[in-house]
Protein backbone atom coordinates (compact mmCIF):
# COMPACT_ATOMS: atom_id res chain seq x y z
CA UNK A 1 0.00 0.00 0.00
CA UNK A 2 1.71 3.43 -0.87
CA UNK A 3 2.03 6.00 1.65
CA UNK A 4 -0.57 8.40 2.24
CA UNK A 5 0.82 10.72 4.60
CA UNK A 6 2.14 14.08 3.81
CA UNK A 7 3.41 16.88 6.28
CA UNK A 8 -0.04 19.26 6.29
CA UNK A 9 -1.99 16.78 7.28
CA UNK A 10 -3.93 17.05 11.45
CA UNK A 11 -3.39 13.67 13.08
CA UNK A 12 -5.01 12.81 16.31
CA UNK A 13 -3.91 9.72 18.23
CA UNK A 14 -6.23 7.53 20.46
CA UNK A 15 -4.42 5.11 22.64
CA UNK A 16 -5.86 1.69 24.26
CA UNK A 17 -3.33 1.65 27.18
CA UNK A 18 -4.19 -1.79 28.38
CA UNK A 19 -4.02 -3.56 25.10
CA UNK A 20 -0.57 -2.27 24.31
CA UNK A 21 0.53 -3.32 28.27
CA UNK A 22 -0.53 -6.60 28.17
CA UNK A 23 0.85 -6.94 24.17
CA UNK A 24 4.36 -5.83 25.70
CA UNK A 25 4.07 -7.66 28.50
CA UNK A 26 3.04 -11.04 26.90
CA UNK A 27 5.67 -10.91 23.83
CA UNK A 28 8.20 -9.27 25.05
CA UNK A 29 8.06 -9.12 28.43
CA UNK A 30 9.07 -5.24 28.41
CA UNK A 31 7.03 -2.13 28.12
CA UNK A 32 6.27 0.37 25.19
CA UNK A 33 8.81 3.73 24.41
CA UNK A 34 5.87 5.50 24.09
CA UNK A 35 7.97 8.66 23.03
CA UNK A 36 8.99 6.09 19.61
CA UNK A 37 5.37 5.31 19.23
CA UNK A 38 4.45 8.69 19.15
CA UNK A 39 7.19 9.53 16.30
CA UNK A 40 6.39 6.46 14.48
CA UNK A 41 2.62 7.31 14.31
CA UNK A 42 2.68 11.26 13.81
CA UNK A 43 6.12 11.42 11.81
CA UNK A 44 6.34 15.12 10.35
CA UNK A 45 2.69 15.84 10.40
CA UNK A 46 0.78 18.06 13.02
CA UNK A 47 -0.15 16.34 16.07
CA UNK A 48 -3.76 17.84 17.16
CA UNK A 49 -4.33 15.56 20.46
CA UNK A 50 -2.88 12.33 21.45
CA UNK A 51 -5.06 10.44 24.12
CA UNK A 52 -4.51 7.54 26.45
CA UNK A 53 -6.91 5.39 27.94
CA UNK A 54 -5.85 4.06 30.83
CA UNK A 55 -7.34 2.50 34.41
CA UNK A 56 -6.18 3.58 37.77
CA UNK A 57 -5.80 0.09 39.81
CA UNK A 58 -3.25 0.69 42.48
CA UNK A 59 -1.43 4.03 43.48
CA UNK A 60 1.08 2.00 45.10
CA UNK A 61 1.95 0.17 41.99
CA UNK A 62 4.17 3.33 40.51
CA UNK A 63 1.40 3.85 38.08
CA UNK A 64 1.60 7.63 38.90
CA UNK A 65 5.57 7.93 36.99
CA UNK A 66 3.72 6.49 34.32
CA UNK A 67 1.08 8.62 33.86
CA UNK A 68 3.24 11.44 34.29
CA UNK A 69 6.02 9.64 31.90
CA UNK A 70 2.73 9.82 29.44
CA UNK A 71 2.01 13.46 29.58
CA UNK A 72 5.77 14.50 29.04
CA UNK A 73 5.19 12.85 25.72
CA UNK A 74 2.20 15.36 25.29
CA UNK A 75 -0.30 12.76 25.71
CA UNK A 76 -3.27 13.65 27.86
CA UNK A 77 -5.15 10.78 29.98
CA UNK A 78 -8.33 9.86 30.54
CA UNK A 79 -7.81 7.72 33.64
CA UNK A 80 -10.73 5.68 35.19
CA UNK A 81 -10.81 3.58 38.20
CA UNK A 82 -11.05 -0.33 37.85
CA UNK A 83 -14.50 -1.57 38.87
CA UNK A 84 -14.45 -4.27 41.45
CA UNK A 85 -18.30 -6.13 41.87
CA UNK A 86 -19.62 -7.98 44.09
CA UNK A 87 -18.95 -11.39 42.89
CA UNK A 88 -14.92 -10.27 42.64
CA UNK A 89 -15.19 -10.06 39.13
CA UNK A 90 -13.09 -6.29 37.73
CA UNK A 91 -13.66 -4.56 34.73
CA UNK A 92 -11.33 -2.14 33.13
CA UNK A 93 -12.60 -0.83 29.56
CA UNK A 94 -12.62 1.93 27.96
CA UNK A 95 -13.50 0.80 24.12
CA UNK A 96 -16.60 3.11 24.15
CA UNK A 97 -14.67 6.48 25.63
CA UNK A 98 -12.56 5.80 22.95
CA UNK A 99 -14.91 5.17 20.12
CA UNK A 100 -16.86 8.30 21.47
CA UNK A 101 -13.80 10.98 21.46
CA UNK A 102 -12.51 9.92 18.18
CA UNK A 103 -16.02 10.56 16.51
CA UNK A 104 -16.39 13.54 18.67
CA UNK A 105 -12.63 14.83 17.41
CA UNK A 106 -13.16 13.26 13.87
CA UNK A 107 -13.64 16.99 12.51
CA UNK A 108 -10.34 18.15 13.63
CA UNK A 109 -8.49 16.00 11.94
CA UNK A 110 -7.12 14.62 9.03
CA UNK A 111 -5.97 11.63 9.99
CA UNK A 112 -7.68 9.32 12.95
CA UNK A 113 -4.28 6.86 14.43
CA UNK A 114 -6.08 3.96 16.57
CA UNK A 115 -3.30 2.52 18.70
CA UNK A 116 -4.58 -0.69 19.49
CA UNK A 117 -5.10 -4.70 18.52
CA UNK A 118 -8.74 -4.58 19.86
CA UNK A 119 -10.49 -6.20 16.91
CA UNK A 120 -13.80 -4.18 18.53
CA UNK A 121 -12.61 -1.31 17.11
CA UNK A 122 -13.07 -2.56 13.18
CA UNK A 123 -16.59 -0.68 13.03
CA UNK A 124 -14.84 2.39 14.39
CA UNK A 125 -12.55 2.47 11.70
CA UNK A 126 -15.43 1.60 9.08
CA UNK A 127 -17.25 4.63 10.42
CA UNK A 128 -14.91 7.26 10.35
CA UNK A 129 -13.70 6.29 6.88
CA UNK A 130 -16.95 6.01 5.49
CA UNK A 131 -19.34 8.48 7.58
CA UNK A 132 -16.25 11.08 8.35
CA UNK A 133 -14.11 10.85 5.58
CA UNK A 134 -11.01 10.56 7.47
CA UNK A 135 -8.00 8.66 6.77
CA UNK A 136 -7.88 5.64 9.49
CA UNK A 137 -4.14 4.44 10.67
CA UNK A 138 -3.99 1.54 13.25
CA UNK A 139 -0.77 0.69 15.26
CA UNK A 140 -0.46 -2.87 16.99
CA UNK A 141 1.95 -5.58 17.58
CA UNK A 142 1.13 -7.42 14.48
CA UNK A 143 1.14 -11.05 16.21
CA UNK A 144 -1.67 -9.74 18.45
CA UNK A 145 -3.47 -7.56 16.52
CA UNK A 146 -6.99 -8.22 15.05
CA UNK A 147 -6.41 -9.25 11.57
CA UNK A 148 -9.89 -7.47 10.64
CA UNK A 149 -8.75 -4.67 12.43
CA UNK A 150 -5.91 -4.90 10.08
CA UNK A 151 -7.53 -4.86 7.19
CA UNK A 152 -9.80 -2.37 8.00
CA UNK A 153 -7.09 0.45 8.04
CA UNK A 154 -5.61 2.56 5.62
CA UNK A 155 -2.50 2.07 7.20
CA UNK A 156 -1.20 -0.40 9.75
CA UNK A 157 1.89 -0.21 11.62
CA UNK A 158 3.46 -3.06 12.54
CA UNK A 159 5.00 -2.44 16.09
CA UNK A 160 7.04 -6.03 16.52
CA UNK A 161 8.43 -4.60 12.97
CA UNK A 162 10.03 -0.89 14.79
CA UNK A 163 13.15 -0.93 16.69
CA UNK A 164 13.20 0.43 19.89
CA UNK A 165 9.69 0.49 20.47
CA UNK A 166 9.93 -2.16 23.74
CA UNK A 167 11.84 -1.49 26.61
CA UNK A 168 12.95 -4.51 28.35
CA UNK A 169 13.97 -4.78 31.83
CA UNK A 170 16.62 -6.34 33.17
CA UNK A 171 14.70 -9.87 34.31
CA UNK A 172 13.15 -10.37 30.82
CA UNK A 173 16.86 -9.79 28.97
CA UNK A 174 18.65 -11.90 31.54
CA UNK A 175 15.45 -14.46 31.16
CA UNK A 176 15.77 -14.31 27.12
CA UNK A 177 19.80 -14.90 27.16
CA UNK A 178 19.14 -18.32 29.57
CA UNK A 179 16.25 -19.98 27.24
CA UNK A 180 18.69 -19.50 24.09
Known sequence: MPDISHTNQRVCVFIDIQNLYHSAKNLYGGRVNYKKL???VVGDRSLVRALAYVVRSDSA???ETFFEALEKEGIELRLKDIQVFSSGAKKADWDVGMAVDAI???????????VTGD???VPLV???KWGFGRTVEVAAFG???SGRLKEAADKF???DEESGMIFRSPRSR???????
Do not use: C
Not at 104 to 114: F, G, K
Open 126 to 128: EYL
Open 61 to 63: TGE
Open 174 to 180: KSARTQS
Open 143 to 145: RTA
Open 157 to 159: YDL
Open 119 to 121: GDF
Open 104 to 114: RMADLADVIVL
Open 38 to 40: MEE
